[in-house]
């Protein structure tokens, strides 16, 4: 059984391809007594800021895994900058630990830095399906691996690390701004995974506690009329969805409401 969480479909597509039973975790999440018990048991999530996303992070501190064989898979866009060394001492800090961490180059989903039409011309070049099989057949044969963390890769964290302390958070919130190109179809507050977009007057309103800064709403919009309210994105026409993924596949996995 493998556990994913997704705001634009990619590690839904990742997850159906490394395992059987896909189940949501923000759906998962609802339930009280989290007790998992299978032969294998996997997490495949997206890489937010060079960390597992903290709701991943709190669906295994809650749960419990009776397996024999425990792994993560993280997806991301450009650099991963050895999380998987990060994630299993996060592990180790609360009792746990993983048999196999590695990540997966796909699409960068990441609007606020990168313009989501260029990133589509270059997404062959990352054999996003080939990287996918080589991980699939280390779980079949229950390969022990924690990702290392080349050099290239520590400096890329430790440069945005200090980016971060030098100019601040990447995005503040209010997050997003909605224009007049609303329709009120509510796409927004089905997509998304932590439960904060209410129609108030038919148009979207943010409970910003609740955010996860995941950007599903913005990449769901039909009509492109959530943009950002202070961040300039390269292309505020371009938006994402795994091309594998319907929207109903991302309401059944995120829907709160
Ligand atoms: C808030 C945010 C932060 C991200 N941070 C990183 C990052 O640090 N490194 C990276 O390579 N990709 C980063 N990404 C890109 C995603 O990890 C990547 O596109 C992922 O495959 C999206 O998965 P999903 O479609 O399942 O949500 C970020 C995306 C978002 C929305």
Redesign the pocket.
């Known amino acids: 059984m493998v556990f994913y969480f997704?705001?634009?479909?990619?590690?839904?597509y990742a997850a159906r391809q490394l395992d059987e039973e896909q189940f949501s975790i923000p759906q998962e999440m609802k339930k009280k007594d989290r007790h998992y018990s299978a032969d294998r048991i996997g997490i495949v999530c997206?890489?937010?800021?060079?960390d597992i996303p903290p709701i991943v992070k709190d669906f295994i501190a809650g749960s419990t895994f009776e397996t024999s064989y425990f792994y993560l898979v993280v997806?991301?866009?450009?650099?991963?900058?050895g999380v998987a060394l990060r994630t299993q001492e996060y592990l180790t800090s609360i009792g746990k630990k993983a048999n196999y961490i590695n990540t997966v180059i796909?699409?960068?989903?990441?609007l606020i830095v990168f313009d989501m039409d260029q990133q589509r011309s270059i997404e062959e070049s990352k054999q996003v399906d080939a990287h996918l099989a080589e991980i699939r057949a280390d779980l079949d044969s229950r390969k022990e691996m924690i990702q290392d963390s080349p050099e290239e890769e520590v400096n890329f964290y430790e440069f945005y690390l200090k980016m971060k302390e030098e100019q601040g958070p990447m995005y503040s919130f209010p997050l997003y701004q909605v224009t007049d190109g609303c329709v009120g179809c509510g796409t927004c507050t089905r997509v998304c995974p932590g439960g904060c977009i209410r129609l108030v007057d038919g148009k979207p309103s943010y409970d910003y506690t609740r955010c996860m800064?995941?950007?599903a709403c913005i990449q769901a919009c039909p009509t492109k009329a959530i943009q950002f309210a202070s961040v300039k994105e390269p292309n505020p026409e371009a938006r994402y969805r795994?091309p594998h993924v319907t929207l109903k596949d991302l309401i059944q996995a995120n829907q709160q409401l």
């Open positions: 997704t705001a634009t479909g990619n590690s839904l997206p890489l937010f800021e060079f997806t991301f866009g450009c650099h991963y900058g796909m699409h960068d989903n990441a800064a995941c950007m795994n």
